[in-house]
C-alpha cells in the first residue's frame, strides 16, 4: 500500500524563484511547503535596518523592461522610486584619478561598452530563447568579456573604465565572466547599453524588495518553515525523501530545489543530478564580489564613480543625501579584497575616488561567505550558456531546480527569480497531474550538449 506524502511540493528556499514558485502551485491546490534555511525569507534580497534606514544588502533596483518583476509589482499595487541621477564624476584610469562630470565619465565607456554590446541582437535576436543560434554561440561562448574589450581597439583609459563596468556587471573576474552572457544581457533591454545599465541601477521598490515577496508569500497558501536547512534529497518511483540538518524527513511528490548554483552540491541528492549539472555546480559561475553601503560625513552632490577590476571597489553611487551625511552603495568584484564591515578598510577605499572622504559607519553581508548564497548575483562563465543552461533547466524525474541562476532571460536578477519559478511551477504542476510518475517535463532549452 503506498501512503500519500506529507505535501504535493516541497520547495527548498524562500526567495523570490521559491515564494514565485509556491505561489503558483498553492494556487493551483497543491500543498505546498518551504523549506527555508534561513530564518528569514527574502534569500539573496534582504531589506534590513542598516546605518539607521531601511537598506538592501542584496539585491534592489528593477525595471519595467524586466516583466516578470514588473508583472508582480503591478499585481500587487507596489511602485518604485529612482535613485538620484549622478551629476559628478569619479574614475581611476591608467593609475590616475580623474574628476569631472558623469557625463564624461559617460562619454569615456561609451565606445568600449557599445563595441562589447553591438552583436547583442545578433546572437540573442529573441533574448528568452538564449540557445537559439544553437551552434553557431559555441565559439562565442568560449570567449570572456575581457578577451573581447581586449580585442576591441580601447585607448589604456577607455579599457581601464570599460573593464571596471563589466568587473561591476559581473561582480567578478572580467577573464571568467562570459562575453555571451554580457551580449544576452544587453539583448534583453533592446541591444542597448545604457538601458542595460539603467535597468541595473536606477529603480527601488517603495517599500523595498521584502514588501514584494512578503505579497507574494501571503498570496501562496503555503506552509514556510524557517531555519530548515535540508541536506538530502532521495528520490523513487513513489516519492521524494528530504532529510533536514536535525534529521527530520520529509516526503513529497515534487521538489523544487531553489539553491544558488554555487552551493548546489551542499545537498546530496540520490540518484546524484547529472554530470554536467555537479560539474557546473562545482566550478561555480562567476561573481564573487561584494556590495557595501556606507555614510559619508557631509553632503555630496549625486556622483558616479568607477575604477578597474582590480581596486577594492569598482563602482560607487549616492543613494541618501539626509542630515549633514550622505549614503553610498558600492560593488567590488572580490569579496576577499575588502572586508565591507571594516569601516577604516573601506575609507581608505573610497579614497581613492575622494582622498578627503570621511566614512562614519558601515554595512555589508558576505554573501560569498555565507554558506547558503555562495555568490551574488549569478552571471555565467565563458562556456557556462553553451554548455550547462540546458541541462540545468532539465528537470530529473522528482527534482526541479529553479532560480536566478538558471533563467532563461534576465538570469542575476530578480526578474530572472521569479521567471524561474514560474516555469518551473508549470512543469511541477505538469508532474502532479499527469498519470505516470516522474516523467522528465518539458524542458525549457534544447540542449546543446549531452548531460
Ligand atoms: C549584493 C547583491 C546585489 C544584487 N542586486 C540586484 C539588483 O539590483 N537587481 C536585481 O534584480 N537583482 C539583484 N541581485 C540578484 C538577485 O537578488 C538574485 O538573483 C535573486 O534574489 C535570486 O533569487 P533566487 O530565489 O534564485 O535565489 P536566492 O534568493 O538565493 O534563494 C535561495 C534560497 O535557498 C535557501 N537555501 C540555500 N540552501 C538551502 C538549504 N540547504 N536548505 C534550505 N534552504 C536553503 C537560501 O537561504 C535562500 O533563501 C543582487 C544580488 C546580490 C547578492
Known amino acids: 500500500m503506498t501512503t500519500s506524502p506529507d505535501a504535493d511540493v516541497v520547495v527548498i528556499g524562500a526567495g523570490f524563484a521559491g ?27 534582504w531589506t534590513e535596518a542598516r546605518l539607521g534606514r531601511d537598506l538592501e544588502l542584496g539585491g534592489t533596483w528593477v525595471h519595467w523592461i524586466q516583466p516578470h518583476v514588473w508583472a508582480e509589482l503591478t499585481r500587487y499595487g507596489l511602485g518604485v522610486v529612482p535613485s538620484p541621477t549622478p551629476v559628478n564624476g569619479y574614475w581611476i584610469t591608467d593609475g ?25 541582437l545578433t546572437y540573442f535576436p529573441r533574448p528568452y530563447e538564449p540557445l537559439l543560434l544553437g551552434e553557431q554561440l559555441q565559439e562565442l561562448d568560449r570567449t570572456s568579456i575581457r578577451q573581447k574589450l581586449e580585442q576591441a581597439g580601447l585607448s589604456a583609459s577607455e579599457f581601464d573604465a570599460v573593464e571596471g563596468m563589466w568587473a561591476t556587471n559581473f561582480n567578478g573576474p572580467t577573464d571568467v565572466g562570459g562575453y555571451a552572457q554580457a551580449l544576452r544581457w544587453c539583448a534583453l533591454a ?31 497558501g503555503a506552509e514556510l518553515r524557517l531555519g530548515a536547512e535540508v541536506t538530502a534529497v532521495a528520490q523513487d518511483a513513489d516519492s521524494a525523501t528530504l532529510t533536514l540538518t536535525d534529521g527530520t524527513t520529509l516526503t513529497a511528490a515534487a521538489v523544487v530545489v531553489t539553491l544558488p548554483l554555487n552551493v548546489l552540491d551542499s545537498i546530496t541528492f540520490d540518484p546524484p543530478l547529472s554530470d554536467t549539472k555537479r560539474r557546473a555546480a562545482q566550478q561555480g559561475q562567476t561573481s564573487r564580489g561584494t556590495k557595501v553601503w556606507a555614510r559619508l560625513r557631509g553632503e555630496y552632490e549625486p556622483f558616479v564613480a568607477l575604477a578597474p577590476g582590480s581596486a577594492p571597489l569598482t563602482l560607487c553611487q549616492v543613494e541618501y543625501v539626509e542630515d549633514g551625511t550622505t549614503v553610498v552603495v558600492a560593488f567590488g ?54 554548455g550547462a543552461l540546458a541541462e540545468l533547466q532539465r528537470p ?34 505538469a508532474l502532479l497531474t499527469a498519470d505516470v510518475h516522474a516523467p522528465d517535463a518539458e524542458p525549457a532549452l534544447p540542449a546543446l550538449t549531452g548531460a
Open 19 to 45: 515564494i514565485a514558485a509556491a505561489r503558483e502551485l498553492g494556487r493551483q491546490g497543491h500543498r505546498v511547503v518551504v523549506l527555508e534555511a534561513r530564518d528569514r525569507i527574502g534569500g539573496r534580497t
Open 96 to 120: 590616475q584619478r580623474h574628476q569631472g562630470t558623469a557625463q564624461e565619465l559617460l562619454e569615456l565607456i561609451d565606445r568600449g561598452m557599445a563595441a562589447s554590446t553591438l552583436e547583442a
Open 190 to 220: 533592446g541591444g542597448s547599453w545604457q538601458l542595460m545599465f539603467e535597468a541595473c541601477a536606477t529603480y527601488k521598490i517603495v517599500g523595498g524588495t521584502r514588501r514584494l515577496i512578503e505579497a507574494m508569500l501571503a498570496d501562496s
Open 333 to 386: 568584484a572580490d569579496s576577499g579584497r575588502l572586508d565591507g564591515t571594516d569601516r577604516a578598510a573601506v575609507e581608505q577605499a573610497l579614497r581613492a575616488w575622494l582622498p578627503d572622504v570621511e566614512v562614519l559607519d558601515v554595512a555589508c553581508h558576505d554573501w560569498v561567505a555565507d554558506p547558503f548564497s555562495g555568490e551574488t548575483w549569478p552571471m555565467l562563465r565563458a562556456g557556462q550558456l553553451t
Open 396 to 429: 530529473e524525474g522528482r527534482v526541479l531546480l529553479a532560480g536566478a541562476d538558471y533563467a532563461s532571460g534576465w538570469a542575476g536578477f530578480i526578474d530572472g527569480a521569479i521567471e524561474s519559478g514560474l516555469r518551473v511551477s508549470r512543469n511541477a504542476h
